[in-house]
């Protein structure tokens, strides 16, 4: 059974301030990571990939990538209270053969 | 990316009857999955379905109880049987992108009374 971990939360952090969202997974395999974002009711929506080690930068968004440690984290800097939703970590699992596995996601909070 | 459509966005029904749920995508596709997701509950797979062959279901989920179609590579639908308050959850079709990605539909909200 493949695992990825997050820390449900709820995270809680002031406007304007980094939001760091941690993530392991379980299978040494994975070689692509992806972090979706679901606002309350709505479908998550994929809004960073990373597929090597290090830092990818997209905008406010910047996902770090640790292969060596399974562990892959979202920074969100200059939070703002539209970033409230809830994070899904997700690798790539089987090399793409079955479907993404999903975190139980991270809540994120942002206080104006 | 992958533009998805579902129908209905939602509905209301009464237990021990059945609804089908359609899922179109804009361009042609190999895997597709259907999701389901319990009210502050995470995602869970209840089958892939690929085209040409019979859906492969997760444990706990059944043909008999959510039968799937795949006639061509741009649709699918997933029926939900002989309902019960227990399968009030929202629906999501997905899609497998260029880079092993996934791509969601809206979902369709279902609610059983």
């Known amino acids: 059974q493949k695992e990825v971990e997050q820390n449900s939360g709820p995270l809680s952090v002031p406007e304007g301030a980094i939001a760091s969202l941690n993530c392991t997974y379980s299978?040494?395999?994975?070689?692509?990571f992806f972090w979706y974002r679901q606002y309350s009711g709505k479908s998550p929506e994929l809004i960073m990939s990373?597929?090597?080690?290090g830092d990818k930068e997209d905008g406010r968004f910047t996902a770090q990538l640790n292969k060596a440690s399974q562990y892959v984290s979202l920074l969100i800097r200059d939070s703002q209270p539209s970033d409230s939703a809830t994070y899904l970590c997700?690798?790539?699992?089987?090399?793409?053969?079955?479907?993404?596995?999903f975190g139980k996601g991270t809540r994120l909070s942002v206080i104006a | 990316s992958a533009v998805i459509s579902q129908k209905p966005s939602r509905d209301i029904c009464q237990r021990g009857t059945s609804l089908t749920i359609q899922c179109q995508v804009d361009?042609?596709?190999?895997?597709m999955f259907w999701y389901r997701q319990q009210p502050g509950q995470s995602l869970t797979l209840i089958a892939t379905?690929?085209?040409?062959?019979?859906?492969?279901?997760e444990s706990g989920f059944v043909i008999d109880k959510f039968p799937i179609s795949r006639p061509n590579l741009t649709f699918s639908t997933l029926t939900v049987s002989n309902m019960s308050p227990e399968d009030s959850s929202i629906y999501l079709c997905?899609?497998?992108?260029?880079?092993?990605?996934?791509?969601f539909g809206p979902g369709t909200r279902l609610t059983v009374t």
């Open positions: 997905s899609v497998r992108g260029s880079r092993y990605e996934q791509y």
């Open positions: 299978d040494r395999g994975s070689q692509s």
């Open positions: 990373i597929y090597s080690n």
């Open positions: 997700s690798p790539e699992t089987d090399s793409g053969n079955t479907p993404l596995v």
């Open positions: 361009s042609q596709v190999t895997m």
């Open positions: 379905a690929n085209q040409g062959s019979e859906a492969t279901y």
